[in-house]
Structures are given as C-alpha cells and as structure tokens.
C-alpha cells in the first residue's frame, strides 16, 4: 500500500477524526504566509516595521491608523477561495467522521466550504467588535469604512478584529475546545504547518489516539512520531483520497 491508500483506508475505518491545519492550509488558497521568507521579504522592502511589530496589541494601541493601514493590505484576501484541502473536510465532516476543524488560520475559508466546527485558535477576520460597547460588525464594515480606522456606529469607538494579536493571550475557552477535540479523537490529521509555532506543538501532545498523520511540504519535529507522514501538498492528497 502507498500512503495515499493507508490514509484512505485509515479515515475509511474512523468515525473520530479531527484535523489540525496551519498556514500551509490556506497558501493553498494564495494567501501568503507572512512568516515564510517569500511574504516576510515583500514586506521588508514595504514597511518599516516586521510584521510581528505591526500585528502586536502595543502597536495597535499606539499605531493604530499604521496598524489598520498594513491589516487591511497584508492580511485581507477577499477573493481567496476554500482550495480542496477546505471542501474535503467539509466532505469528511458532513458524512460524520470528522469531528472538528482546528485551525492557526484566520480567513474563514473552511466555513465557506461547508465546516461546521471550526476551532479558530487565532480568531477571524469576519468577527470585529467596538473595543467600548462590544458591538460586533463583520467584515465589510471595516473594509468599507471611509476612514482608515474603522470606529462603531454607536459608541464611536475603535472597532477592533477580533484576531489574537502578538503579545496577546489565546482565548481559553477556544483552548480548551481544541484539546478536548485533539484528547477524543482516535484519529488527527496534521496539515500544513511545521508544527513549531505555539499552541501548535503543545496541542499535539494531547492526542492519545491511534492514528497521527502528518501532511506538509517539509520534515517536522514530530515526524518519527506519526503513524503515517507525507510530503505533499495537503489539498493534492486530502482531494485525492476524500
Ligand atoms: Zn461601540
């Protein structure tokens, strides 16, 4: 059996999988991943500032019309479009066998697929709320805003996304959901991302299955621990095999 027919034959026997996905999830769909040299190089050339500057609560606070500035350019991509990885999950989780979708990514593509459960450790750049009055908005209105920093309509204060920034702790509640979906499932699906950056890394050691399948383009820490791994390209396979 090749891996591709090991993984088809390992979901086709599961009904508890769940599937942990990085930024390699949504290249696929071309947005860029700020962190990989390509989207950091861009951004060197453009800015004055690193991204992990730019994305942090300090310079929100302190910049914030710099920091709507770069967020609106670099971390929006309104024609992006779910790739297979997105609509196989959606697939696998409306036949009842995957349970949940964990994901670093803050674009809402495995929604528009179809996922239904979907652990947004990051956040999403669909949910914004008055940093004042709580009020919540969606996404036009910050795109649409005539202004640079988009400002409630009621309160008249900032309206922030509602995206974990650096130097900001990951909602707890979102956390815990994760962990629980990672501690149940007999089988965990790890795709496109190197497993290095936090909560990532920690979240593996939770799981207690039987089957870890890792995807991604490059070796990770964890390979020798997996059942299955495979370089590849995760929407090729996931279309593939589901
Ligand atoms: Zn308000």
């Known amino acids: 059996m090749n891996s591709t027919e090991k993984l088809r034959d390992i979901i086709k026997n599961s009904s508890d999988i769940v599937f942990f996905g990085g930024a390699g999830v949504s290249t696929e769909s071309n947005i860029p991943d700020?962190?990989?040299?390509?989207?950091?190089?861009?951004?060197?050339?453009?800015?004055?500032h690193a991204?992990?500057?730019?994305?942090s609560h300090s310079f929100f606070k302190k910049h914030t019309e710099e920091f709507f500035q770069f967020y609106k350019e670099k971390m929006i991509y309104r024609n992006a479009k779910p790739n297979k990885a997105h609509y196989s999950?959606?697939?696998?989780?409306?036949?009842?066998?995957?349970?949940?979708?964990?994901?670093?990514?803050?674009?809402g593509l495995h929604q528009e697929a179809g996922s239904k459960n979907v652990i947004e450790l990051h956040g999403s750049v669909h949910r914004n709320y008055c940093i004042k009055c709580k009020k919540s908005f969606g996404l036009d209105y910050i795109m649409n805003s005539n202004k640079v920093i988009p400002h409630c309509d009621e309160c008249s204060s900032v309206v922030k996304p509602d995206v974990v920034l650096y130097e900001e702790a990951l909602n707890m509640d979102v956390i815990n959901k994760a962990i629980y979906h990672v501690r149940n499932a007999e089988v965990l699906i790890i795709g496109g991302t190197s497993l290095v950056v936090y909560p990532a890394a920690s979240l593996v050691q939770y799981f207690n299955g039987k089957h870890l399948i890792l995807i991604?383009?490059?070796?990770?820490?964890?390979d020798n621990r997996a059942s299955l791994v495979i370089y590849d390209s995760?929407?090729?396979i996931l279309g593939e095999v589901i």
């Open 216 to 222: 991604n383009k490059t070796t990770t820490d964890y």
């Open 89 to 107: 999950l959606a697939k696998l989780e409306e036949i009842g066998k995957l349970k949940a979708v964990i994901t670093q990514n803050i674009d």
């Open 34 to 48: 700020f962190r990989s040299s390509q989207g950091l190089y861009e951004i060197k050339n453009n800015y004055k």
């Open 51 to 55: 991204p992990e500057v730019m994305l």
């Open 234 to 236: 995760i929407g090729k």
